[in-house]
């Protein structure tokens, strides 16, 4: 029983050494006058306050918290900060209540009504303790002013005034001198009609300076977007229509050796694949173009459902940049492959027909027929270069060789998908026999073993 | 010891019962305002957080600064309402409080309202997660504006004209349905949006004060659907580079790199957009002013 008095002695002095305040940082007293410019309320389950900032940086807060009355006031700098408790309340009770609906209102209440509202604040029915709580409350606010707002201006301010449109045009003359392509020129091109425009002499100085870089001529040679109005016919020089001629011709003759060189590798690492869409092209060509064109549109979407479908799988999204890699390289090669295997089986075709005739076509002939045939399909685009400086010509020649190039490669799509890429031979069938010289050199029939052994033996 | 195991479940229950009330409160939503008065700021800096629920920020009547209003779960926000007189900076919004891993479900929206002075010239910035956002900005001053939503449905609204030109529209969205609409009111020089996955709409209707002006835009999009609306009386140029994504050419043509708008020459006001897709579709709908 002594050890248990003397444990409660303990606690009672301990409880006691408590001071009746908690005071934070209360070395500085912050004025409680001042000009009220704005506040803050907070509404939760077991706190209401309402804080009030004042022009001098300094703020009150009062907060009703779990049975306690707080006050704290704060200056301008973190440190100067008091907390006191200054009254108690009945949870619940009807004092918490109506500071509940006041806070409850604070949103919709300007700084300077805040106050006024908080300063004639009252409860009707307490009884003389919580009266005494409320007015502990309120006190706080009761020497503070709201401040006085200046008359509304219009302000901007000077960063937005200084964007001038003349700062614009500069902003667009120095832009142009980097790059005069696409947007960029057609910027300079209207700035430089504003300019135009313009009297000042200020404008007069930066043409001539753009003119002095060099800037001018090469807007000169850009094409203006003249929508409204007809082209002007352009005669062009002779020398001129030659270069363009030879630039066309060497970037046909670079494509052909771009596809020769992808027809001999696929000649030589899957020349069964490429032989069997080869034959199905040639023997199901209408076949091959429907399915290569239903598979046209589909591309997209295929490809989309593609990454949707590994999007959603988890582990799926990391593989997704090496499906998009792996599409790509895979719609590219059954488009390319199956347009050489289109020139392969257009070149055996034709070498064919030749050997049957009797003509010597040497040897190598997988890798011969890609050649030939890529001749003949790629030798459509030998009238666009040769006409495409002719108005009407040219554009009539080239869109004849890009419809059937077009046609050309869709069959080759289709004819790959149809054999699976090579792999299945259903609608490829062998060569017509009236096509070939294979025959000339077919293996007699063997002389029958009977008549042999008789001959052999004199027997008759 | 046959009357320890019914003892030893009357713990267990007791402590259930105990701790069901303590889980089903630990959600408790707390709602925060903040308003200050208008006191002749010259400029005023604000950026909104806000990671999840609604929101909505709009044109205030003129005598406050700011004013605003928070609802959010406080067990797992926590609120901000910093203003700093001295740099005219308002920081306002709801933050996830730290060891806050998984927002995880709420109980009930969070809500954030934010009414801005029309008059002070202002750079607002907004960083937005899972929310529901809708930013009604016309007849403010507005120097630039920044807005980065990520998992959300964005409505940006420019119902009148910007008071101020503004220098820079910078609109970034995640996996998101994203509207601007009436663009061509923000009067800002460059407009940039960039988009990841999403159902966008760039609405450039608007009135376009700022005559004999070049506007630049720059629009980035990885998968999804993008659709312009565009004025007629509008001079409007695109330069398109697109992967695996389909492009209207209704009413444009192409010249040289670009694609030029029906009576771009004799158009006052003109709209350079730079277009970037991917994966999708890109559609315009040409609409009168």
Redesign the interface.
Known sequence: MRRTDFTLTLVGIALGSIPPHTAIGAQSHPGQTGQV??????????EASIKL?L?S?ESVRVAFLQGSIFVEFAGPSASARRRDVVAQYEVGGPLETAWRGLV?Q??R????E?LAALQVWRVQGLSHVESVALQSAIGPFAALTP?L??P??????T??RS?T?QE?DIM?LVGAHEGL???A???TL??LK?LELRDGMEGLQQLEGLEQLGGLESLQG??Q????QPRPTVLRAPSDIALQVANDLLGLIACFIALGALGFGLSFFAPRPLEVVADTVYQSFWRSFIVGLLAQPLV?PV??ML?LGLALTVIGIILIPFAIVGFVIAVTLAILGGYIAVARSVGEAYLRRRMSLGHAVGGALAYRYVVYGLVAVMALWVPVVLLGWIPLAGTIAAASALIITWMLATAGLGATILSRAGIRGTFGRRLDQALTDEHLYRTPPATPALQTYRRNVGVQ | MTHRAPRWLLGVLCGTVVALPSATLAQSYRTVSATRMAMGEEHLQVDVTFAAGIMRVMPGDGTTLYRGELHFDDHKFRSLTEYDPQTQSLRFGIDPREGTAKVGKLQHSQELHLSLAPQVPTDLTASLGAAEAEFELGDLSLESIAINSGAAATHVYFSSPNRIRCSTLHLKTGAAEFRAERLGNTRCQHIVFTGAVGDVTLDFTGEWTNQRTIHEADIKLGLGQLTLRLPKKLGVAIEVDRFLATFERARLTKVGSSYVSYGYDSASTKLHITLKAVLGDIDIEWVEP
Request: proline share 5%; net charge negative.
């Open positions: 410019v704005a506040h803050t309320s907070a509404l939760s389950q077991n900032q022009s940086g409850g604070a949103s209440l300007d700084p300077d805040m401040a707002a200046p509304a201006v219009e302000r901007v301010s960063q937005a964007m449109e614009t667009a392509e696409g947007l020129a057609l910027r209207e700035t504003a850009l094409q977007p003249k929508l409204e997209i490809f989309g990454l």
